[in-house]
Structure formats: C-alpha cells, structure tokens
C-alpha cells in the first residue's frame, strides 16, 4: 500500500480537485476549495482505521472527512461552529431517507412553484425580458439584507428562491426536509447567485435572471440517485455538533477517540463566514448582525474580522519565540509602511490570537485521544499580514510538541504560488500522534 505521504504528493496540481468517483454525497455541498476526499481517504488508509475506530474532524465545514469516513465504514464525529456548514455536513451523512419519497414530493413542490411563478407572469425557464420592478418580488427584510455582499443575489432569482424555500417550509416536519434545504443551497450559490470564487468570494457578472426551480430538481435527483446507491447497505454512524473545536470534551467521551483528519482555518485575511453568507442568510441560518457575531466568536480567530474585545487565546502561546517574532515583525512592518486602519494594527493581535487558538484546541483534544491516537492537519503557509511569512505548519508542529503530541512528518499536499511574495506557499498535512502524557 502506498504510505499517506506518497499519495498526498501525487500530482500537486490537481490535489485539490474532486475526483468524478467522489462526487456522491460529497457533491450536495462543497466548498468551492475544500480539501478534496482522496486526500481524507489516504490517511483513513494510512492510519488503519476501521468500523471499530472513530475518527473526529474539529474543524469540519461541510462534511468532507466525515462522508469519507462514512464510505469508507469509519465513525466520525465533526465539530462546526459555522451554523449553514453544520447544517451541510449533517445532511450530508443522513441516508436514512427514502429515495423514492424524496423524489416524489420535490416533484409535486416544484410542480407548486411552477404554477406560482407562472400566475406572476414568470416562466423559470425563459429568461425574463420585461420589467423587473413591475413583478411582485418577494425580498429579504432589511436586517438580512444588510448582511449580504452587495449584488450577491439579482432581485428575480432572489425571487424564485425564495418562492421556492416558502413551499419548502410547508414541509418542514418531514423527513425529507433538510435534503430539500441543502439542494437549494446548493443552487443559490452556483446557479442564481453573481458569486465567484479564487481565493475569496466576490462577485462576478451580474445575473438579471437565472433559473432556479429546475436546477433544484436535478440536484435533488442526483441525491436521490447517491441515497439508492447505498441502499440496504449498513453504515457506521456520523455525528456532527454545532460547536467551538475548543470545547470538544464537552461532547465527547474522554480516551475515545482514534484519529483526528481535518483542515482548520489557515492565519489570513480570509472571512470564513463570507463564504457561506449568501446560503446562510437566504435560507435563514443567519438573521441578523448579533447572530452573526455569535457564530463568528465559536471560531478559532484567524482574520482581524472575528477579533473580539476579551479574546485571550494569546495567552497560550505567549513563551512561543517563534510566535513571538513573527508577530512583532508584522507590526514594525505597519509601522514602517505607515499603514493605520483599524484592521491592520490587529494584524500582529490576530497572529498571536490564532496560535494561541489552535494551542488551546490540542490541549483540549488531549481529554478525548487515546493514547497513540494519530492526527493530520491541513494548513498552509500564508503571508496575507504585509508580507511577513508564517510557515503555519511548522509552527503548528512545534506548539503540538510543546503540548506533549510527537510531530510524525510533514506531507507536502500541494503548492502555490504567491504573487505579492513571488513565492511558492506550501500546503501540508502535519501528522502527530498522541503520546498519551500530558
């Protein structure tokens, strides 16, 4: 068998990209760059994990290691703080839905709103030529709005979707529910939506009209189809909590878990709730500013966006030299550029701040591993803070050595190329194992 390392290397270029024989379950959500299953499912192989064993994902978006381990007849559990992304990786692993039944109601809602659209002078299907602004639009209330990007969303299929989400709701209580929910998701951010992803999300061409209701039905169908590849076959279960990967062991048994597989946020400028803000305003996970705010205070702080007036986590990695340096150098850097906005002078805080998250995150994981449990983690360098490198996985390497885990190796996942820096940043897999002494 090849080892974790030689499979993570192979082909650099195109380790990101989903394979088409992973696409079931995987593809009913994703994020446009989350690490790929072949990835998981290399250090599921190197790890030996089996039906016997539970792997946990502290940091883990929409579902990616945990339908992994479900393929592959591993227990999971997943912690997410991110209210729509928890949601997405608990759909993601409920096959306890009829195919059929699924199917037979998303085929009478759309017929519904169909029927709706068309009474308003609407056909989903040909794009709409007339006036907009003389339609009878449904819009979100002012307070949801606000939280959107601008131009996120044109007025017609904001109008579709939310058409559509309101004939959804009539079902609420049934099973099939949360299935329907996520393919709307889905077709927000990818067929209705102005959205474009790279390295961020921004907006691209805006849309006057896009459909909405076929598109929905075809992504409920292809689930369908993945629900009937796995019938009347057994699976081990999937757990997933809407927490802080901080406060793990308050949900989970001490010494009871295996392996750890995931990819926690990187120390960017990266507002990880923006990626999901559209899905996640729509669709109401996120209402308002102070909901907003409160998802944002579950996450490890990696963008100056989520620092929060009596954040402490510095605290744990203040006699970290290396931490200590490169945070200092990103300061007298703002001070040479002379750069004085609020967020820049958190540039050097927020350094500190995700360090010392994700040191309290591991001596929190202590708790529930068994001893020799294995871990892998995904990061990668960055260089978003004025320039100044952070090799994430090295320093992540050496705060889990100073909280008792042995640093195994150091995989190389991919790399890329920085054009503020003109250089190549890493993306590795940093394997540790629990020692089982604090």
Not at 367 to 396: C, E, F, H
Request: charged share 25%.
């Amino acid at each position: 068998m090849a080892s974790a390392k030689q499979l993570a290397l192979v082909e650099p270029s195109q380790s990101n990209k989903i394979d088409f024989q992973d696409r079931a379950f995987h593809d009913w959500y994703r994020f446009v760059l989350s690490f790929p299953p072949h990835l998981v499912r290399s250090y599921l192989e190197a790890f030996d994990l089996d039906d016997r064993q539970v792997v946990v994902d502290p940091f883990c978006g929409t579902g990616t290691t945990l339908v992994e381990a479900k393929l592959n007849q591993v227990q999971s559990i997943g912690f997410e703080a991110n209210p729509f992304p928890y949601f997405a990786s608990s759909v993601k692993v409920d096959w306890n839905i009829d195919p059929d039944l699924l199917l037979q109601n998303a085929y009478a809602i759309a017929t519904t709103v169909i029927r709706t659209l068309e009474q308003q002078g609407i056909d989903d299907q040909i794009p709409f030529d007339g006036d907009v602004n003389r339609l009878p639009l449904l819009k979100l209330n002012a307070k949801a709005e606000k939280l959107l990007i601008r131009d996120s969303i044109s007025a017609l299929p904001l109008h579709k979707s939310l058409v559509l989400l309101e004939a959804l709701r009539q079902h609420r209580d049934q099973p099939f529910y949360a299935h329907t929910l996520l393919a709307l998701a889905n077709v927000l951010v990818f067929t209705a939506s102005n959205l474009r992803f790279g390295p961020e999300v921004g907006i691209g061409k805006l849309k006057s009209d896009a459909p909405v209701i076929a598109p929905w039905l075809a992504h409920v169908e292809r689930m369908a189809g993945d629900l009937r590849s796995t019938a009347h076959q057994s699976f081990p279960s999937a757990q997933v909590y809407l927490a802080d990967a901080r406060q793990a062991a308050s949900f989970i048994p001490a010494h009871s878990v295996d392996a750890v597989i995931t990819s926690p946020p990187y120390p960017n400028e990266k507002d990880y709730t923006r990626t999901t803000r559209l899905e996640s305003v729509v669709l109401g996970f996120i209402n308002d500013l102070a909901e907003l705010r409160g998802s944002k205070k579950r996450l490890v702080r990696s963008n100056t966006r989520v620092v929060y007036k009596g954040d402490d986590d510095d605290q744990w990695i203040r006699s970290n030299v290396e931490v200590q340096r490169i945070a200092n150098e990103i300061e007298a850097r703002r001070l040479e550029l002379g750069k004085t906005s609020g967020f820049e002078k958190l540039y050097g805080k927020v350094t500190r701040l995700y360090f010392g998250g994700m040191a309290r995150h591991l001596a929190e994981f202590r708790r529930i591993l068994k001893p020799g449990a294995r871990l892998a983690y995904v990061v990668g360098d960055q260089a978003s803070y004025l320039q100044v490198m952070i090799r994430t996985g090295q320093l992540l390497s050496e705060i889990a050595e100073s909280l008792g885990y042995e640093h195994v190796r150091t995989d190389l996942f991919r790399t890329r190329f920085a054009t503020a820096t003109k250089e190549q940043l890493r993306e590795e897999v940093v394997v540790l194992r629990w020692t089982g002494s604090e």
